[in-house]
């Protein structure tokens, strides 16, 4: 039996491209080996040597180094080149003798945005709630803890005890009919 035989196409271009390889190979050595001095750098005349003999000019210009660094910062916001940041000066008033202090109202935060929908009950598993948010859907069950923020502290039949670990609070949440 003949190796290759069967397949005289795959054969012959194997053959065509491995002569090519050497071809490629030995011309990359012959180039290689020529002298360096053959060789030259070009080097271009263009807007990028501003002076310089070459682009890659390593020599510092110290000239151009002194007006940079007689610049001043005229942002508007902080200066991000500056290690230590500007406190803003707080000036205290003093209230006159004689008043108190009146106690401001506060704004009540608002609610949770999750809603209560629906739970599972089932023969092995405890009981797993259904809370939905923005289109988000989330499952959980008693002590877990879900949207990376509540905490299911009670699930009753109709209502579920939900804590906030952000402001530490318990929202009960009641069982969305329909």
Sequence with gaps: MT????????????????????LLTTRCIMDSTASPASSTLKTSSGPNTAG????FDPTLHYARLEVSEGKE???TGRNIFSAIADRPV???QRRPQGQTPTAKAQPSK????LTFFGFAITRSAPKKIFF???GDVFVGREGEIINSRYKI?????QSVD??????NTVQTLALREG
């Excluded at 939900?162 to 402001?167: I, P, S």
């Design 73 to 75: 910062y005229e942002g």
């Design 90 to 92: 707080v000036r205290l």
């Design 110 to 113: 608002p609610g949770t945005r």
């Design 162 to 167: 939900l804590e906030d670990l952000l402001d």
């Design 132 to 134: 939905s948010e923005d």
């Design 153 to 157: 502290v009670r699930i009753g039949q």
């Design 52 to 55: 310089s003999a070459t682009p």
């Design 3 to 22: 190796v290759g035989a069967q397949n005289i196409p795959k054969v012959a271009a194997a053959c065509t491209l491995t002569i090519f390889a050497v």
